[in-house]
């Protein structure tokens, strides 16, 4: 079977499974957050955290229980750090240095899993699964919550009551996250993923000499990684190391599980509204881009001219055999088209017009489907956008799922769409002019430019990804990559929370002959047109002088 073949089938696979999981996962999430009841484990976890699940917030209250209970968190993994040296099952493995600590304990708080450290030689298994992976799944649960709280916004009407902060964040834990992640976690063991608490062992090498490994809750740490669109990898290699992602079946598993709640999302965005055809508008919208994309990307990677590329059948550098161009192509598009950031090749080693796709697939915002959560609420903002540009092209007064785009809600999106650009050329501008962090760049030219923009791209879309060959291991980048994570996460939630309010408020518009119908085909590929304008525009300049410029050259 020739490579090429192989990827498609891959693609094809993937897309099957996908659509099988569609339906029943998305009228799954709508019911667990429109239900009133609330399971035996849930009332132990209120009674124990004092908080009342059927007290209704408006959106100032909703955005202080995000903000309050990310900050418990964050504060919680940064002491767990400082004081690993001090805890059980450290593995010998000192603390954590206050700026790397610092970093890491913003990265997984923001749902982002930026690693600036080597997993297996830096981070004990408390750490690992008592604050790490807990991260993991309590960040991809806000994110949901807060896409939650922007549909409620566009479903209800005369109210500025958003639901429960507090219920939306332990029901998304309990009743969806950790039940697909229980069976996620088994197929990776079945399929020879590591699950121990083992210590360091010598290993003997193929070629002599001796290396050290260490054990780990590896598969279920994988599974949330992944289901939760996070990408921190328990090893440095992340998911091309053969202990997180051991064969090509756990490769497709585990590109399934980033994907399938940021698609069935837009089933629950559908139900919750009341009408199934918006959310398959958005769903058209999000895969029209994912399919594009990934097929770009195995152009690119496969048929890459040159007399080496020709002879391993495309650009194989920086990729695992076990999973081959298709299978690796299949998962950087993916994972930077979603906020997740986990890797199983070496993005850097793409292509120079393949390291572009990855970095414009973030660019975009990570919403085609994006993270979970994140990538949902981030396509409805775009609509808004998009509603509007339709409605000044006919001089109507904008609407969308029979609310009115005023200037308020207009405002509230610019102000959504302007924050990420805005760090990210800031600090990559400012990483460039001065001259300290240039001596963690390993490569000059367009390239070292590309290191530094992916990596600032990755960090304020909360994507985690890197392009490797950037030693950010420093004060300057563990703080400012920090500051663009949270800024990048938090900053843009205050606008969605404060935009479904603001929704809630208002009272429905009937629907007119002069409506612009938003579940038609016409209506997504204005959205798609809106996005590649709007991020062509913001980022053109800056991929002109990185990816643009060294695919042109080689």
Excluded at 88 to 116: E, K
Excluded at 294 to 302: H, I, N, V
């Amino acid at each position: 079977m020739s490579p090429v073949l192989a990827g498609v089938l891959q693609l094809l696979a993937l897309i099957a499974a996908l659509a099988l999981a569609y339906r029943p996962l998305g009228d799954h999430m709508a019911r667990v957050y429109s239900s009133d009841k609330h399971l035996r484990v849930e009332k132990w976890i209120y009674k124990g955290i004092g908080a009342n699940p059927n007290t209704e917030m408006r959106w100032p209250a909703y955005l202080r229980g995000v903000l309050a209970f990310s900050l418990a968190g964050m504060l919680f993994l940064y002491l767990l750090q400082r004081l690993q040296g001090s805890l059980p099952g450290s593995l010998g493995f000192r603390a954590i240095d206050p700026d790397q600590a610092f970093n890491t304990a913003a990265s997984f708080v923001a749902n982002t899993n930026w690693q600036s450290y080597y997993g297996e030689q830096a981070m004990g298994h408390v750490v690992q699964t008592g604050g790490l992976a807990v991260q993991n799944f309590v960040s991809a649960a806000v994110g949901i919550a807060v896409a939650v709280a922007l549909v409620r916004g566009f479903a209800r009407s005369r109210t500025g009551e958003l639901g429960n902060f507090w219920a939306d964040l332990v029901r998304g834990v309990v009743r969806v996250l950790i039940p697909i992640s229980v069976v996620g976690a088994l197929v990776l063991v079945a399929c020879g993923a590591l699950q121990n608490f083992s210590g360091i062992h010598e290993v003997g090498q193929f070629m002599g000499g001796e290396q050290q490994w260490n054990g780990g809750a590896v598969a279920s740490q994988e599974a949330i990684k992944e289901l939760g669109t996070n990408g921190g990898g328990y090893f440095n290699a992340n998911s091309a190391h053969p202990f997180e992602n051991p064969n090509p079946i756990s490769n497709l598993f585990e590109i399934f599980l980033i994907l399938v709640i940021p698609f069935a999302l837009t089933r629950t965005f559908g139900r919750m509204v009341g009408s199934i055809r918006q959310g398959y508008a958005i769903l058209a919208t999000m895969a029209t881009i994912w399919v594009g994309f990934t097929a770009l990307m195995m152009w690119t990677e496969f048929h890459h001219g040159g007399p080496a590329f020709d002879l391993a059948g495309g650009a194989m550098e920086g990729k695992e055999t076990r999973f081959g161009i298709g299978g690796s192509a299949l998962f950087a598009t993916s994972t930077t088209l979603t906020s997740t950031g986990a890797v199983n090749s070496f993005h850097s080693s793409y292509t120079g017009f393949g390291g572009g796709i990855t970095m414009l697939g973030m660019q975009l915002g990570e919403i085609a489907p994006g993270g979970v959560g994140s990538g949902l609420y981030g396509m409805l903002i775009m609509a808004i956008i998009a509603v509007f540009i339709a409605g000044l092209m006919v001089g109507r007064t904008p609407e969308y799922l029979g609310k009115k785009i005023g200037t308020r809600e207009i405002k509230l999106a610019a102000c959504y769409i302007l924050v990420t650009p805005a760090l990210v050329l800031g600090f990559t501008g400012a990483s460039m002019a001065l001259s300290t962090p240039k001596d963690s760049l390993l490569n000059t030219g367009a390239h070292g430019f590309s290191e530094v923009l992916y990596a600032f791209t990755s960090g304020a879309n909360n994507n985690g990804s890197a392009f490797a060959g950037l030693s950010a291991d420093t004060p300057w980048f563990n703080t400012t990559i920090g500051l663009a994570m949270l800024l990048g996460r938090f900053l843009p939630m205050v606008f969605v929370l404060a935009l479904a309010g603001s929704l809630a408020a208002q009272k429905p518009v009937p629907a007119t002959v002069g409506t612009l119908r938003t579940e038609k085909p016409l209506f997504s590929g204005l959205l798609v047109g809106t996005l590649m304008i709007i991020t062509g525009l913001t980022y053109f300049p800056a991929l002109a002088l990185g990816p643009l410029a060294e695919g042109l050259a080689s």
